[in-house]
C-alpha cells in the first residue's frame, strides 16, 4: 500500500518586498502580486514572517492573518481587498493566521495553508496591535509552495 507524505517544496520567495512591510499600520494589509499555480498545481503554501533585528511590543492575541486570493470567474480580476492598503480581504479568504505571544518580541513565525491551482495572491494583515518597526530591510514575509507525494 502506498503512503502520503509531503513531497518536495519549492524554494522561498518573496510574497512583497522588505521595503513593503517598512511601519505596516496595524489593520493594514500587503499583497503579492499574481503567482501563477496553473502549471506546479500545488496544494499548499508555507507562508513566513521573520524579523531580523527589530522588536515590536505585540499586544495580547496579537497575529498576522494569511489571505489566499484566487483570481476571479473572468480570469483577470481579484476579489475585494487583493491590493495592499487599508481596503482588507473578505473573511472568507482568511486560510490562516501566525500567532505570537503578547510582549516585547522579534515576531518569526510561519503557517501551511491550502492553495489552489489558478493564479493566486498572498494577503497579509498586521493584527499585532502595533505599527511595524521602520526599518526598511529588517523584515521578511516568504512563501514556499508544495504538495503532497504518494510513495
Known sequence: MADVLWGTFAAWADVVSAASLNALANASSVVSGDIDNTTARDQYAEVSFRTVTSTMAVVAGGHLAIYILPRSHDDTT?????????????????????????GTISPTGSV?????????????????????????????????????AVV
Do not use: D
Not at 113 to 136: D, K, Y
Open 78 to 102: 481579484f476579489p475585494n481587498g487583493a491590493t495592499s492598503g487599508t481596503t482588507l480581504p473578505g473573511a472568507s479568504y482568511l486560510r490562516g493566521i501566525i500567532g505570537f505571544p503578547a
Open 112 to 148: 501551511i495553508v491550502p492553495i489552489v491551482a489558478r493564479v493566486i495572491r498572498i494577503g497579509m494583515v498586521n493584527r499585532l496591535g502595533v505599527a511595524f518597526a521602520a526599518h526598511a530591510s529588517n523584515m521578511q514575509l516568504r512563501y514556499s509552495t508544495g504538495s503532497e
